[in-house]
């Protein structure tokens, strides 16, 4: 069955560095979506793309955050300068129809 | 803007039967949504109800009233493996192809034996 992917599952970072979440959606899917999950609190929205650009953004999606789908098959979430609070789970998800599917997530941990 | 509304844990044994409700406001109505997630997973999907009325899907099923702004998953025949976060979810535009999905906080929901 397909699935949405991502890379790492796991990642520590020191305050103020750049980190890059890897994501690989399904391959016949046309929207692509970034979402954050901070331990203990609700799953929440950061932008979704289609067609080569972002489509809405939440106003946590700031400058510090960049999206991109550098080929046909990945889509990434840059962070340019990790804070402490940017420590959370971050969720890929894409869609064609109705139900979005989601990856197994990113557990970012910045120190 | 958005607002969801789901209690924020419930408690059931197996077997029994639980129904988790969500009330919502929206600036624009474009479907319902229900997810599960098991602690430290992603969320999966369950449902989606764009019109109003009971959806039956095996044990699960959903329903929607949208002139009230609510929505209830109800859960039959409970099992342990049931024990997960409940997610409501609403679209925050009506109309609009591929937007996003803004998510309730959640309920969890705890079967005994």
């Known amino acids: 069955e397909p699935e949405v992917t991502q890379t790492p599952s796991h990642q520590v970072t020191q305050m103020g560095q750049e980190v890059i979440l890897r994501c690989v959606p399904i391959s016949n899917h046309l929207y692509f979506y970034w979402y954050r999950q901070i331990l203990g609190q609700k799953v929440e929205f950061l932008v979704s793309?289609?067609?080569?650009?972002?489509?809405?953004k939440s106003e946590i999606f700031d400058d510090q955050f960049s999206v991109e789908r550098p080929d046909g098959s990945n889509f990434t979430l840059k962070i340019r300068s990790t804070k402490l609070e940017d420590s959370a789970m971050y969720f890929c998800a894409s869609r064609t129809g109705a139900e979005a599917f989601f990856g197994q997530g990113t557990r970012l941990t910045v120190v | 803007g958005q607002n969801i509304d789901q209690p924020t844990e419930m408690t059931a044994t197996e077997g029994a039967i639980v129904q988790i409700n969500c009330t919502y406001q929206?600036?624009?109505?474009?479907?319902l949504f229900w997810y599960q997630q098991h602690a430290g997973e992603a969320p999966t999907f369950l449902s989606y109800n764009v019109l109003d009325g009971l959806e039956e899907k095996g044990r699960f099923s959903s329903f929607l009233s949208r002139s009230k702004g609510y929505s209830y998953l109800l859960l039959k025949e409970l099992q342990m493996k049931d024990s997960a976060s409940y997610l409501c979810a609403v679209p925050p535009r009506a109309n609009q192809a591929g937007t996003a999905l803004i998510f309730g906080k959640g309920t969890t929901l705890s079967v005994s034996s």
């Open positions: 929206t600036s624009g109505f474009n479907g």
């Open positions: 793309f289609y067609n080569n650009e972002i489509s809405e």
